[in-house]
């Protein structure tokens, strides 16, 4: 059984009251009919947090709006390097809850940052850590595009610890930033000394199992002004379709959503939570007037 994590290592940020203050990677509200994933608690990230009254937020201008990166955490005792290289942490036979976690990794300037390695470490469904062997170990490499995925169990509880997941970055040429995921809604979340609510994955049942987004800002100096790697077209795209979770888009596919035109930027899968109006950094809107179709 784990020995409990001392909080000996940074703390949350003086007088801050433990408040949501999310770099707005990508703000804008999910008040278009799509409900955040969030289940419980405060969002965790400003694409799922609507304005007052429910209005659709503006996106920040290069997201420079003076919040910080992801927050640091501790590393704990628990950590072991040389994981293995893989972003799934199970087998068949692995018990425990399933837990896909998905998001992306950006930059100072809201946009993704490829290469950068992910360094995964958690307790098992009884709340133990394997010390001896990489049970629950795994790290990975983001995309060219930024995301990363990990497929694991929702860890198990221990003494003075709500459940979290471990998480090391580094991106190519920067420093290492260690921090740990929670999730909403779970009671210990106010008795942990550790737990930061800006550290809150956006959490959602997906049949037997759950599927969890977050996406880190790291501290990594990028040009706002750069092009995408694809320019605009000079005539704008038909949309191909309307825009629809589980699709894989390549950049320069055209899509509608909510009455209007988007270009996609960077080729992803389209989950729930990335809708065209939430996500700038992957998709342009090109019309005010086009139809859904």
């Given at each position: 059984?784990p020995?409990?994590?001392e909080?000996?290592a940074?703390?949350?940020?003086a007088g801050?009251g433990?408040?949501?203050?999310?770099?707005?990677?990508l703000?804008a509200?999910?008040a278009l009919?799509?409900?955040?994933?969030?289940?419980?608690?405060r969002?965790?990230?400003a694409?799922?947090q609507p304005?007052?009254?429910g209005?659709?937020l503006?996106?920040?201008?290069?997201?420079h709006?003076?919040d910080e990166?992801?927050?640091?955490?501790?590393?704990g005792?628990?950590?072991?390097?040389d994981?293995p290289?893989r972003?799934?942490l199970v087998?068949?036979?692995?018990p425990?809850t399933?837990?896909?976690?998905?998001g992306?990794?950006f930059?100072?300037a809201c946009?993704?940052v490829?290469?950068v390695?992910?360094?995964?470490?958690q307790a098992?469904?009884n709340?133990?850590?394997?010390n001896?062997?990489?049970r629950f170990?795994?790290h990975?490499f983001?995309?060219a595009q930024?995301?990363f995925?990990?497929?694991?169990?929702?860890?198990?509880l221990?003494p003075g610890?709500?459940?979290?997941?471990?998480?090391k970055?580094?991106?190519p040429?920067h420093?290492?930033?260690?921090?740990q995921l929670?999730?909403?809604?779970?009671?210990?979340?106010?008795?942990d000394?550790?737990?930061?609510?800006r550290?809150l994955?956006?959490?959602?049942?997906?049949?037997p199992g759950?599927?969890g987004t977050?996406?880190?800002?790291?501290?990594?100096?990028?040009?706002?002004?750069?092009?995408?790697t694809?320019?605009?077209?000079t005539?704008p795209?038909p949309?191909t379709?309307t825009?629809?979770p589980g699709r894989?888009y390549?950049?320069?596919?055209?899509?509608?959503?909510?009455?209007?035109?988007y270009?996609?930027?960077?080729?992803h899968?389209?989950?729930?939570g990335?809708?065209?109006?939430?996500?700038?950094?992957?998709?342009?809107r090109?019309?005010a007037?086009r139809?859904?179709g």
């Amino acid at each position: 059984m784990p020995l409990p994590e001392e909080p000996t290592a940074t703390p949350g940020p003086a007088g801050s009251g433990r408040r949501v203050s999310r770099k707005t990677v990508l703000r804008a509200a999910a008040a278009l009919g799509t409900a955040p994933l969030l289940i419980g608690g405060r969002v965790a990230l400003a694409r799922d947090q609507p304005a007052s009254g429910g209005a659709v937020l503006a996106p920040t201008p290069d997201c420079h709006d003076g919040d910080e990166p992801t927050v640091e955490q501790m590393e704990g005792p628990y950590f072991k390097p040389d994981s293995p290289l893989r972003n799934s942490l199970v087998t068949s036979g692995t018990p425990g809850t399933r837990l896909t976690v998905t998001g992306y990794v950006f930059g100072r300037a809201c946009r993704p940052v490829p290469g950068v390695l992910l360094d995964f470490w958690q307790a098992d469904h009884n709340g133990a850590y394997d010390n001896s062997g990489y049970r629950f170990r795994g790290h990975q490499f983001s995309t060219a595009q930024g995301s990363f995925s990990l497929t694991t169990i929702v860890p198990g509880l221990y003494p003075g610890r709500t459940r979290h997941l471990h998480v090391k970055l580094q991106a190519p040429g920067h420093r290492v930033v260690t921090t740990q995921l929670y999730f909403p809604g779970e009671p210990r979340n106010s008795t942990d000394t550790l737990f930061d609510s800006r550290l809150l994955m956006n959490l959602r049942q997906a049949g037997p199992g759950q599927e969890g987004t977050f996406d880190f800002v790291l501290d990594v100096p990028q040009d706002p002004t750069t092009p995408p790697t694809t320019p605009p077209p000079t005539t704008p795209p038909p949309p191909t379709g309307t825009w629809t979770p589980g699709r894989a888009y390549r950049a320069g596919d055209g899509a509608a959503y909510a009455g209007l035109a988007y270009r996609c930027l960077q080729a992803h899968t389209a989950v729930v939570g990335w809708e065209p109006p939430n996500v700038p950094a992957l998709w342009q809107r090109l019309s005010a007037g086009r139809s859904a179709g």
